[in-house]
T-cell receptor, first 113, second 110 residues
Framework: GAGVSQSPRYKVAKRGQDVALRCDPI?????LFWYQQALGQGPEFLTY????????KSGLPSDRFFAERPEGSVSTLKIQRTQQEDSAVYLC???????????FGSGTRLTVV | LAKTTQPISMDSYEGQEVNITCSHN???????ITWYQQFPSQGPRFIIQ???TKVTNEVASLFIPADRKSSTLSLPRVSLSDTAVYYC???????????FGAGTTVTVRA
């Protein structure tokens, strides 16, 4: 597609519920990233994939967060047993090997109530 | 990652030039300076990247003095649609872990 697509755009979850957030990167982009953006803050790194390999997950805040990219294209960020502090915008970005900068999606706004 | 400091907010009017200065005193020899723009309800968008002197594209100019301890993003003749948060990042060219900070909120008024 022309850009990075994320779904859903908005998600309201009850505390304790599991959620799955989807990212469709730009076709052919090898690298994929997930970032978390709290209200009024800049995005913060969560995890990085190169093709299907998760090369860095150092930014995942707890073991309730899990990301996968099984076929090297679409990625899913899963959050188990959601807590109120998980409320944020989750951004996905992708990049080609030879490009400057990343292309971000519009994000999924997660609200845990 | 080198720490960056930029103003929290700036106000301007349509048609004016906006200059946002970012301080990065601890920039390393191989670090590049990159600026992103973020509109409400959207992800950040790459604007411009440079290493030294001046870089210009269709959106903005980036001025980097010889000591590279600061940089200035220049937006010529802003319009209402340039209202956004602007982030200054300093990192190696192939560093995938971007550090955004809080950015500068630029508000353009009619």
């Amino acid at each position: 597609g022309a850009g990075v697509s994320q779904s859903p755009r908005y998600k309201v979850a009850k505390r304790g519920q599991d959620v799955a957030l989807r990212c469709d990167p730009i076709s052919g982009h090898v690298s994929l990233f997930w970032y978390q953006q709290a209200l009024g803050q800049g995005p913060e790194f969560l995890t990085y994939f190169q093709n299907e390999a998760q090369l860095d997950k150092s930014g995942l805040p707890s073991d309730r967060f899990f990301a996968e990219r099984p076929e090297g294209s679409v990625s899913t960020l899963k959050i188990q047993r959601t807590q109120q502090e998980d409320s944020a915008v989750y951004l996905c970005a992708s990049s080609a090997a030879d490009s400057k900068g990343y292309t971000f999606g519009s994000g999924t706004r997660l609200t845990v109530v | 990652l080198a720490k960056t400091t930029q103003p929290i907010s700036m106000d301007s009017y349509e048609g004016q030039e906006v200059n946002i200065t970012c301080s990065h005193n601890n920039i390393a020899t191989n670090d590049y300076i990159t600026w992103y723009q973020q509109f409400p309800s959207q992800g950040p968008r790459f604007i411009i990247q440079g290493y030294k002197t001046k870089v210009t594209n269709e959106v903005a100019s980036l001025f980097i003095p010889a000591d590279r301890k600061s940089s200035t993003l220049s937006l010529p003749r802003v319009s209402l649609s340039d209202t956004a948060v602007y982030y200054c990042l300093v990192a190696l060219i192939n560093d995938y872990k971007l550090s955004f900070g809080a950015g500068t909120t630029v508000t353009v008024r009619a």
